[in-house]
């Protein structure tokens, strides 16, 4: 049933030799890679007039040379993560360039801070895609953190299903929402050069405000510059694109930077013309889409494309996340379980575990998506900051043609990230002080899970001075329960391996019961030796474990291993192991950690 159910989910098994057809073409890519930065311009410049409307609404033409700060931002992290793309064409974004060069720590921060925002950018997306969805049906906001959770759900089963399938289904509600947002943006325009807005909307460009101060924008500023996380994750993701992986990411990169730009600016001017303050229930778009075309089908039609790309952009998580496991894996800082593919070859556990995180996050934020979003950018800011760095050092190391014009584009995407980090911190303490909690922790979690990989390959590289023991014989040791065909098929197990050296051990609770098992035991297994172990206080493993350590300290001075032979029996149903007392699998666990001690286990299959 199980198997069913999942080849009805996720589909047939995919073999190795079609790893090739799961790579994206550039449509698709730009569909399934871009989907979060786009999406960001739903929320982005309604995070600008957030800050500024705690002067006033006259403030909120300081949004337009905000907006131009943001596109400048925008401009050299796509000339930037251009570079990169080509300078690591392997993957890896900022992770790769700044362990490379500016160190392993920095690198891990790097790492750890991406890891952390693909868990972000999926519970952020999910959340305001749900947003948008309760402003047009209102009547739905207290399902909201529900309805976030099951579209969590849908969304990993279908990354699942594989890249190119993914991509297949989202490419349609992410070029839809491009659309509606360029007819949105082209109407209004319209409407505003037409003069069919009212001027008393707004105040004019260059209007003196009184309370307004450069902290109040920068703060802003950095607010606004949510809107573009996801920009790196063209970079983690080369490996998924057809050949040639890097010209088609760079040209990807570009694509998705012009209609960002194109997008934001648009949303922007367009609050700025209608006087759009932000509001609680309804978003900035929504507000926008209403006075443009009223509560018609074109609105519905806005609406309906925002929200799905605002649930679809956490496909960017899903994407970039797995990919960057794989080389924190490969690397020794995460378990290797990521580098795994799965039937769909795809890397499942990276997905499966992103989606129970951003489910978790989504659950304990209460899909508040404006307690996340500064978690969120903040955390994509810090590796921002970090890889421009990275390319930084490159340049003035290996100095190659024309460093000088690339060494400046990454000192201004360098210098802006520093700023927008420093005031998430600075005015947004109180909803990003957890980057000083998870950071730490995670370093220590790298670190501890890097020493574990590094000495077990120190114990199991053959090269090692360490003598190999000598084996000269066996003990077997078989825990009886009973006379019953699961032992015996265990003491036929156990004549075939060392007939002269087997025990068999019972453990009775009652003496009545071990004299009258002695004596059956006489009868029909004469030839091995049975020993009981008498105990008041109905345990088995306490009296078994002393057993053994008195067998093993023994056999140790002939060079002879001790080895635990126990009988298990297997109901033919799953179920069927709640009926009984799995006693077999507690003594198997707690001999599992010795290392003194061989454990076998010797199956019966029942056949009711």
């Known amino acids: 049933m199980i198997s069913f159910l999942k080849r009805f ?32 311009v739903a929320y982005g410049p309604e995070q600008i007039l957030i800050v500024l409307v705690t002067i006033g609404a006259a403030a909120f033409w300081y949004s337009i040379p905000i907006a131009l700060g943001v596109l ?26 700044s362990k490379e060069n500016l160190g392993k720590y920095p690198g891990l921060i790097a790492g750890g801070s991406l890891l952390v925002d693909y868990i972000l950018t999926v519970a952020v997306s999910i959340s305001a895609g749900t947003d948008a969805i309760t402003s047009a049906f209102p009547s739905l906001h207290e399902h909201k953190v529900v309805i976030a959770i099951v579209f969590v759900l849908l969304i990993t089963i279908l990354n699942l299903r594989g890249v190119t399938e993914s991509a297949s289904v989202l490419a349609y509600p992410v070029y839809l929402f491009v659309l509606a947002l360029f007819i949105l943006i082209c109407t209004g325009l319209y409407n505003i050069l037409s ?37 790196e994750a063209i970079s983690n993701a080369i490996p998924n694109f057809k050949s040639p992986e890097a010209s088609n990411a760079s040209k990807t990169l570009i694509a998705m930077g012009v209609l960002l730009a194109v997008m934001f600016s648009g949303i922007v001017v367009l609050a700025y013309y ?14 926008i889409a209403e006075q ?66 951003s489910m978790l996050l989504i659950y304990v934020f209460e899909g508040k998506t404006e307690q996340l979003i500064p978690l969120y950018a903040v955390g994509v800011f810090i590796p921002f900051t970090l890889s421009q760095s990275g390319m930084m050092v490159k340049w003035l190391r290996e100095k190659p043609a024309g460093w000088v014009q690339k060494f400046i584009i990454n000192t201004v995407g360098a210098l802006i990230s520093f700023v927008v980090t420093m005031m998430f911190f600075m005015t947004k303490f109180t909803q990003v002080w957890p980057v000083f909690v998870f950071l730490p922790i995670l370093l220590l979690v790298f670190h501890r899970i890097h020493k574990h990989y590094e000495a077990i390959a120190d114990q ?14 066996n003990v077997i040791i078989v825990p009886v329960a009973g006379i019953t065909h699961v032992v015996m098929n265990s003491l036929e197990y156990a004549k075939s391996l060392s007939p002269q050296q ?51 300290w023994k056999a140790a001075e002939l060079n002879h291993r001790v080895t635990v032979i126990i009988p298990q029996f297997i109901p033919k ?6 009926l009984h007392n799995q006693s077999s699998l507690l003594i198997r666990a707690r001999l599992l950690f010795r290392s003194d001690v061989i454990v076998t286990t010797v199956p019966y299959h029942l056949k009711k």
């Open 72 to 97: 400048i931002l925008l401009t050299a992290l796509i000339l930037s993560y251009r570079q990169i793309i080509f300078a690591y064409s392997h993957g890896g974004g900022a992770y790769v360039v």
């Open 9 to 40: 989910l996720i589909g047939r098994p995919l073999k190795s030799s079609e790893l090739g057809e799961q790579k994206l073409n550039k449509k698709k890519a730009l569909a399934i890679l871009s989907s979060d930065a786009l999406s960001s």
């Open 274 to 287: 209608y006087g759009i303050a932000p509001r609680a229930d309804v978003t900035v778009v929504s507000q």
């Open 292 to 357: 443009t075309f009223g509560r018609n089908a074109m609105y519905y039609f806005i609406q309906g494309t925002t929200a799905l790309i605002l649930i679809l952009a956490a496909n960017t998580g899903y994407s970039a996340f797995p990919l960057l496991a794989v080389n924190l894996a490969k690397d020794k800082f995460i378990p290797r379980m990521f580098t795994m593919r799965g039937d769909r070859l795809g890397y499942s556990n990276g997905i499966i575990i992103l989606g129970v995180l």
């Open 573 to 578: 149903k799953g179920w069927h192991n709640i």
């Open 195 to 231: 003069g069919n807005v009212p001027a008393e909307l707004h105040t004019s460009l260059g209007t003196p405000v009184a309370g307004i101060s450069l902290f109040l924008l920068l703060r802003a500023f950095s607010s606004g510059s949510s809107a573009l996380t996801g920009v």
């Open 502 to 552: 087997i025990i068999a051990v019972y453990v009775p609770f009652e003496r009545e019961d071990e004299a009258v098992f002695e004596e059956k035991w006489r009868k029909w297994q004469p030839d091995v030796r049975l020993v009981t172990l008498y105990t008041p206080y109905r345990s088995i493993i306490q009296p078994l474990t002393k057993f053994i350590d008195k067998v093993n």
């Open 460 to 473: 199991l590289r053959i090269t090692t001075c360490e003598e190999t023991i000598k084996i000269e014989g």
